[in-house]
């Protein structure tokens, strides 16, 4: 089992940033893959940033120069750093991850999940 909690949402304006924090608990050995997936209301669950076990990243074409992932491990904390948000950016963002050393895109694949943390921009 693997516990995630998100934590670091928030409202901001239009180019501005935040950085989001997952703190992951239990069998390391089930996070083969830890990322980042948002819903917008209306709309799909979509993956936004991903980490394998051997730390390559994975992003959405939306996000690709604006937001980095990484993995803090004295923390043992998945980060997503957003910076130049868009309101489009605006969703509920959740923490992710599955054992199995590949990420794949649909969020079906994943098999714990966090509570999620609000995102908001403002334009």
């Known amino acids: 089992q693997v516990q995630l909690q998100e934590s670091g949402g928030g409202s901001v304006q239009a180019g501005g940033s935040l950085r989001l924090s997952c703190a992951a608990s239990?069998?390391?050995?089930?996070?083969?893959?830890m990322g980042w997936f948002r819903q917008a209301p209306g709309k799909e669950r979509e993956r936004v940033a991903v980490?394998?076990?051997?730390?390559?990243?994975a992003y959405a074409d939306s996000v690709k120069g604006r937001f980095t992932v990484s993995l803090d491990n004295a923390k043992n904390t998945l980060d997503l750093q957003m910076n130049s948000l868009k309101p489009e950016d605006t969703a509920m963002y959740y923490c992710?991850?599955?054992?199995?050393?590949?990420?794949?895109?649909?969020?079906?694949?994943?098999?714990?999940w966090g509570q999620g943390t609000q995102v908001t921009v403002s334009s």
């Open positions: 992710a991850a599955r054992s199995v050393s590949w990420c794949p895109a649909d969020p079906g694949a994943y098999n714990f």
């Open positions: 239990g069998n390391a050995n089930a996070r083969g893959c």
């Open positions: 980490l394998d076990r051997f730390n390559n990243p």
